[in-house]
């Protein structure tokens, strides 16, 4: 990396193997004797560490699709008199709607309760989990990560008209009230 003293002006060059992992670097001009902070400017594909993990982005192993049987499943449920759809609205799948109908999917490319025809997108890529009126957005430690708002995100929650992207497509989710059926 190539950055200049602060303070004189003179140029320096900073091995990028020993700033690797930091956000910011001091370091002592060779011309003026003057120390330099450095921010270093983040990858923003590189995956956002949080520690201690909060409770719910602990995963408990290898991913599971919509059947499985932990108590954090069973405690996942959808909302009431509330219709979640996930549209695809750019990518190879582009026009593919999906209605929810459980509260934990699994969204990827082959095996998945949701399978997107995308090759950028892991086999199972990422899951969605609803609580009621909680969406989550977990990623299951895809290839080639999950991004919300141009951010790869590990966990994030969804709103309505929430956009993310796995791969190279583009994913809309909406939530409606769920219309009342006449007979």
């Known amino acids: 990396m190539k950055t200049a003293c602060s303070n004189c002006g003179a140029q320096h060059s ?3 193997s020993q700033l690797v992992g930091h956000s910011r670097v001091q370091f002592r001009c060779a011309k003026c004797g003057k120390t330099t ?3 270093i400017a983040q990858n923003p594909d590189a995956t956002q560490v949080m520690s201690p993990l909060p409770q719910f982005a602990r995963s408990a192993g290898a991913p599971r699709l919509a059947q499985g049987g932990s108590d954090q499943e069973n405690s996942l449920r959808l909302p009431a008199g509330k219709a979640i759809a996930l549209s695809v609205i ?3 799948a582009r026009g593919l709607v999906y209605q929810v109908q459980q ?3 699994v969204l990827g490319r082959t095996g998945a309760d949701l399978s997107i025809n995308d090759p950028e997108i892991s086999r199972w890529h990422c899951a969605l989990e609803i609580k009621d009126d909680v969406i989550r957005l977990r ?3 895809s290839t080639n990560g999950t991004f919300l708002a141009d951010e790869r995100v590990r966990v994030a929650e969804l709103k309505h008209l929430s956009e993310f992207r796995i791969g190279t497509s583009i994913l809309l989710l909406s939530i409606t009230p769920k219309l009342a059926v006449q007979r």
């Open 14 to 16: 900073l091995p990028d």
């Open 139 to 141: 990623d299951l430690e």
């Open 90 to 92: 750019a990518g190879p």
């Open 103 to 105: 509260p934990r999917i």
């Open 37 to 39: 902070l450095v921010t």
